[in-house]
């Protein structure tokens, strides 16, 4: 029994540094996100999401597919620095899914002169190669 229990504890400290090395990543990438939001670079925020067509994008307007149709639509609803404002986060919960996927919750603000804006994200994140990616985005 004593070394069912020892071997259950290595496993679980073998597994913790591991999940918290991961959700590291994931929240730098958020934060690397927001700092490029704030400095007025759609593009550079983009980084964070996955490059691809199937990328997947819910908002208020409904489901868009694809990073570039993604980036076209951020323009066109924040097409300045003005528009934009300064963005800020509060993660609400994040939890590892599996090895190649992570779910993370949280709360977007917005601080604006034209008025803030702020809401409620679920962002599915896929390790695709050695680098977290967002995969689907749920913001209302």
Do not use: C
């Not at 730098?28 to 199937?54: C, F, H, P, R, V």
């Not at 604006?112 to 985005?137: C, P, Y």
Request: aromatic share 12%; hydrophobic share 40%; glycine share 8%.
């Amino acid at each position: 029994m004593r070394i069912i229990l020892s071997l259950l504890f290595f496993i679980g400290s073998i597994a913790a540094p591991a999940q918290n090395k991961d959700e590291q990543a994931i929240l730098n990438s958020m934060n690397i996100q927001k700092q490029a939001w704030n400095k007025g670079d759609l593009e550079a925020y983009m980084q964070t999401y996955w490059k691809s067509d199937s990328l997947m994008f819910i908002g208020k307007s409904g489901i868009t597919y694809g990073w570039q149709h993604t980036l076209n639509n951020y323009k066109r609803g924040y097409p300045d620095t003005t528009a934009m404002g300064k963005l800020s986060f509060d993660i609400l919960h994040i939890k590892r899914l599996s090895v190649l996927y992570f779910s993370v919750a949280g709360k977007w603000q917005l601080t604006r002169t034209a008025g803030n804006l702020s809401g409620h994200f679920t962002l599915l994140f896929k390790k695709i190669g050695n680098q977290w990616l967002i995969v689907s985005d749920h913001s209302s």
